[in-house]
């Protein structure tokens, strides 16, 4: 398996997760360029991931091997935990980063806006109610399920709503690429700021 040289070590994670249902090995730089290199076994999954990487600006490195002659549920929803993992790993103690981050996103038809604080306290909204079961074989019930994965481990406030759209797979797309975006600006480091985003003086 071949290694990302992710840009920054300090602002990085590895997380191996091993289950009786999943094994994952995820690598991810927050100060990356775009690359990704992602093997889930789920084909629309590893798309969005790298769409993901590429727009929030990060190295993105997921390998996983999970219980998929069940279906894609327990896949998805680990590599949505480890990516929390990683996220609040590499973040360390959150001093001087801009914290909140948000994005309205177009994608053709579909129009997406996302919102995040990193403040440290789990909160997950959901208003995106996707116009199909499936984009292919996958699960579209699948997508809120990695994100709040994503926002309880990232330990994040995640707010998502779909504005206008009917096609799923530019829905989804519009989702991942939205809040990468949001992501991107929130754990970007603010030069006027060199400590703890909150007035308490932790998160």
């Not at 084909?43 to 002659?69: I, P, Q, T």
């Not at 959150?94 to 909140?100: D, V």
């Not at 990695?146 to 797309?173: D, Q």
């Amino acid at each position: 398996m071949s290694e990302l040289r992710l840009a920054v070590p300090d602002r990085s994670a590895e997380i191996v997760r091993k289950t009786k249902e999943t094994d994952i090995r995820l690598v991810l730089g927050i100060d990356g360029d775009g690359r990704s290199s992602v093997q889930t076994g789920v084909g629309f999954l590893d798309h969005m991931l790298d769409g993901f990487a590429r727009h929030g600006s990060c190295n993105l490195e997921v390998r996983c091997e999970g219980d998929r002659h069940v279906d894609d549920h327990h896949s998805t929803e680990d590599v949505g935990i480890c990516l929390g993992l990683a996220i609040d790993q590499a973040l360390g103690d959150r001093a001087g980063i801009r914290r909140f981050g948000h994005a309205i996103l177009p994608m053709d038809e579909a129009l997406v806006l996302c919102a995040i604080d990193l403040g440290g306290r789990p909160f997950f909204s959901w208003e995106a109610s996707l116009p199909t079961p499936k984009v292919g074989t996958f699960d579209t019930e699948l997508v809120p399920e990695f994100w709040r994965s994503v926002a309880t481990l990232g330990r994040m406030n995640l707010h998502v709503r779909l504005l206008s759209g009917s096609n799923s797979h530019h829905v989804i797309e519009a989702i991942f690429k939205g809040l990468a975006r949001a992501l991107r600006d929130a754990w970007e480091p603010d030069p006027r700021c060199g400590g703890i985003p909150s007035t308490k003086g932790s998160l």
